[in-house]
Structure formats: C-alpha cells, structure tokens
Nanobody, 124 residues
Framework: QVQLVESGGGLVQAGGSLRLSCAAS????????MGWFRQAPGKEREFVAA????????YYADSVKGRFTISRNNAKNTVYLQMNSLKPDDTAVYYC?????????????????WGQGTQVTVSS
C-alpha cells in the first residue's frame, strides 16, 4: 500500500508559479509511474503529467506542455510539479497518483493510488 500526500497548492495571480509536492509513504515508489491529474469544478478529472521509472520518460497534457515540469526525488520519495506561467484555466484540485505497473499512462483507471488533492487557484 502506498499513501500519497500533496502539498504546495494555493492562490496565485496569472503568470505566477507554484510547485506542488507529493510525498509517498508505505512503500518505495521508485519503480512506479507517478502522475499528476487535476479536476476543475464541474469537470472531469484530467491528466496533467506523468513520469515513468523504467523508461525515464515524461509525458504532458498539451494544455500544460512547456509550462509545467514533473520531476521526482526517489531518495525523498517525493514527486513534484513545477507550474509556471499559470493561467486562470489551471484552477483546479490537483491530485498525485501512482501506477505500480509503471505504464506511463494518461488514463485515470490505470493508477492504483491517489492522494487527497491540493487546491490551486489562479486569479486573473
């Protein structure tokens, strides 16, 4: 079992930056794909970014490519999402997720573990 706890959300003006953190406990997550998803009010949860262990690849949604960066520190069991040039459309609850099969997927259903989410609000 893996427990995930997100932090780093908050209120920021458009054009600003935030760094989200996701701390994992319970099992080492170093061999997992780690993903970030988000859910805006009234919308479905959507893929944001993923980082694979085996292939060392990262994947991004088109809407955040070039602005967001996912990274991980396996020694600290933590994955990060650096968010730059934030837009009001980025306002959502951001969730960290782990796929123990390391598939590098954009699909929610392929992730086994989820955090409780952290709110990001971008004002115009």
């Amino acid at each position: 079992q893996v427990q995930l706890v997100e932090s780093g959300g908050g209120l920021v003006q458009a054009g600003g930056s935030l760094r989200l953190s996701c701390a994992a406990s319970g099992r080492t997550f170093s061999s997992y794909t780690m993903g970030w998803f988000r859910q805006a009010p009234g919308k479905e949860r959507e893929f944001v970014a993923a980082d694979t262990w085996t292939r060392g690849n990262t994947y991004y949604a088109d809407s955040v490519k070039g602005r967001f960066t996912i990274s991980r520190n396996n020694a600290k069991n933590t994955v990060y999402l650096q968010m730059n040039s934030l837009k009001p459309d980025d306002t959502a609850v951001y969730y960290c997720a782990a796929d123990q099969d390391d598939r590098g997927s954009r699909y929610l259903a392929w992730y086994h573990y989820w955090g409780q989410g952290t709110q990001v609000t971008v004002s115009s």
